[in-house]
């Protein structure tokens, strides 16, 4: 979703395609860096540990299968959810997330609920996880920057969240503030969003039950670059609009400022429905590449409308789509 240009002036679509240069250099820096002694041994010993701790956790999280949401297609390889992210808190290259996002402390993690509600609440990570039956579904998801999975995700309808909390008749919108802490997050020196990651959903939007609050995916927690240890799943909308790591939501009155919105308002807006009709405006939506398929005769796949997800069109049908992109 960066803007990137070849030296010719051509405009680069996928960032992720062209992008060793980028893990070289930050490799580099942080050899760098090393050798400057800005980092001191006992924290790279950490950050070291730290990552093994990443890579090794795979603590185990069960959820109930749910056989209304599932999708026919081929899960994607375990592998590929978790080497080829988006998660600019950590580097906006699609290894960095795998690569950094080892010394984000998913434990302990509280999440603050507040604003139009008749029961604000702090609420700690197990309490959060207890407030409703855990189950998996699978879901196709789609990125802005036209590629998509089908990953096997643990949680429940934010529905149920939504209900405990019971929002006032002002509530409108939800916001979603993810973390931002530059000690674990390396990505937030780099200006490429206002940080905090914020994203937003109508209240009706958020209240259907596609919405997924999610904890894990492939019968684990969520591995740190997925969004470790809370966010939410919007299948039928581009994957930006899946906000990991939250910290903070609430309910609004007004439709919340996001950070793709603020950034690039003319190429993302606020509501984001998968739409191939829509154009972005440096590229087509029309179809996609499922990550895993990938090979010099493998025919892109063409992109549906709401990703597949017919369902939420009602939530929809006064609105003109190519207006409130
Ligand atoms: N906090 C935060 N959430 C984020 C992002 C991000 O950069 N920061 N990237 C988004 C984008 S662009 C996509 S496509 C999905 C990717 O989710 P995945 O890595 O679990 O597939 O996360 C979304 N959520
Ligand atoms: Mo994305």
Request: include cysteine; charge should be positive; proline fraction near 8%.
């Amino acid at each position: 979703m960066l803007i990137k240009r070849s030296p010719n002036g051509i405009e680069i679509p996928f960032p992720s395609e062209i992008t060793p240069q980028h893990i070289f250099e930050s490799r580099r820096n942080f050899i760098r860096q090393i050798a400057l002694g800005s980092i001191a041994g006992g924290a790279l010993l950490e950050m070291a540990g730290r990552q093994a701790l990443a890579q090794n956790s795979g603590q185990k999280l069960a959820g109930k299968p749910n056989p209304a949401y599932v999708v026919m297609d081929r899960p994607s390889a375990y592998k590929d959810a978790t080497t080829y992210n988006n998660f600019y808190e950590f580097g906006t290259d699609k290894a960095d997330p795998a690569k950094y996002a080892g010394s984000l402390k998913p434990r302990p993690w509280s999440i603050v609920i507040e604003g139009e509600v008749k029961k604000p609440v702090m609420l700690d990570l197990d309490s959060l996880i207890k407030l409703a039956p855990l189950e998996e579904r699978i879901y196709r998801l789609r990125c802005v920057e036209g590629w998509s999975m089908v990953i096997p995700w643990i949680g429940y309808s934010l529905s149920a969240l939504i209900k405990k909390v019971e929002p006032t008749g002002n509530a409108k919108f939800i916001e979603f503030v993810t973390l931002a802490d530059p000690k674990q997050m390396p990505g937030l020196r780099s200006p490429v969003l206002d940080w905090p990651y914020v994203e937003g959903l109508r209240i009706d939007e958020a209240n259907h039950p596609l919405a997924l609050l999610t904890f894990g995916m492939y019968g684990e927690v969520l591995p740190h670059q997925n969004g470790a240890p809370v966010r939410i799943v919007l299948p039928w909308k581009y994957g930006f609009k899946s906000a990991k790591s939250i910290v903070k939501i609430r309910f609004v009155r007004e439709q919340p400022k996001t950070a793709w919105s603020r950034a690039a308002p003319q190429e993302y807006g606020f509501y984001s429905n998968v739409n191939p009709a829509v154009d972005h405006p440096r590229w087509s939506q029309a179809s996609e590449r499922r990550i895993g398929e990938d090979g010099f005769f493998t025919r892109k796949r063409k992109t549906l409308m709401f990703n597949g997800y017919n369902e939420v069109a009602s939530l929809y049908a006064e609105m003109d789509l190519g207006k409130f992109f």
